[in-house]
Structure formats: structure tokens, C-alpha cells
């Protein structure tokens, strides 16, 4: 069985961060976005914050490609911010026997 949880987070100032680190390293766009296996069009859109929502997997690959951490947790029930929205949020507790055997 799968389980599906998305999360959605608002960071200010990512896209501008993204941009400021390329240029401050001399990054080239072209072999950022094949290392981040994306296009040039789609990397400049995220910097220019065309494209304003991206899956964790690009987020995680333009960290890769620029070799930096940008500091985006994506934890469990971190409810503190109002600018997380759950899609679906499932919790179990173990009260008892489990339904399930091995």
C-alpha cells in the first residue's frame, strides 16, 4: 500500500537566492541545467520566478548542480508556518494489537 503526502511550502526569496548564488559562483545556465537534468529555459523560469512551484527532486537537483544546501527542510508535521498547506496528512498510532500480521 502507498501512502501519499504532499506538502506545499511557500520560501521567500528562493528564486532570487538561486540566481544570486549561480552568478556569485560564475556558474554557467547551460551546464547547471544538465547537471540539474533540466533545460536552460525551465532553470532561468525558476530563477526569474516564472515557474513558482517545483517538485522537492528539482529543488534537490538545482542543490546538487550549484553544490549547496538552500537550507529547505521538508519535515513531518511541521504545522508552525502558516504558509504550509497538507494536501493529505496521515498519522498512525499504535494503540493496541496492529491489524496487520507478518
Same mark, same amino acid.
Not at 544538465?34 to 533545460?39: E, I, L, R, S
Not at 520566478?49 to 513558482?52: D, E, P, Q, S
Not at 498512525?92 to 494489537?97: S, T
Given at each position: 500500500m502507498e501512502i501519499q503526502y504532499?506538502?506545499?511550502?511557500?520560501?521567500e526569496g528562493l528564486a532570487a537566492k538561486i540566481k544570486r548564488i549561480r552568478k556569485e559562483a560564475k556558474l554557467k545556465v547551460t551546464e547547471l541545467s544538465?547537471?540539474?537534468?533540466?533545460?536552460r529555459a525551465y532553470w532561468y523560469a525558476i530563477e526569474g520566478?516564472? %515557474?513558482?512551484r517545483i517538485p522537492e527532486t528539482?529543488?534537490? #537537483?538545482?542543490? @546538487?548542480?550549484?553544490q549547496?544546501?538552500?537550507g529547505v527542510k521538508m519535515l513531518c508535521c511541521d504545522?508552525?508556518?502558516?504558509? %504550509?498547506s497538507d494536501s493529505t496528512h496521515i498519522h498512525?498510532? #499504535?494503540?493496541? @494489537?496492529s491489524e496487520v500480521s507478518d
Open positions: 504532499i506538502k506545499t511550502i511557500y520560501i544538465k547537471a540539474a537534468n533540466m533545460t520566478g516564472v %515557474i513558482t528539482t529543488l534537490r #537537483n538545482i542543490e @546538487e548542480a550549484l549547496v544546501d538552500l504545522t508552525a508556518s502558516s504558509t %504550509i498512525q498510532e #499504535n494503540k493496541g @494489537e
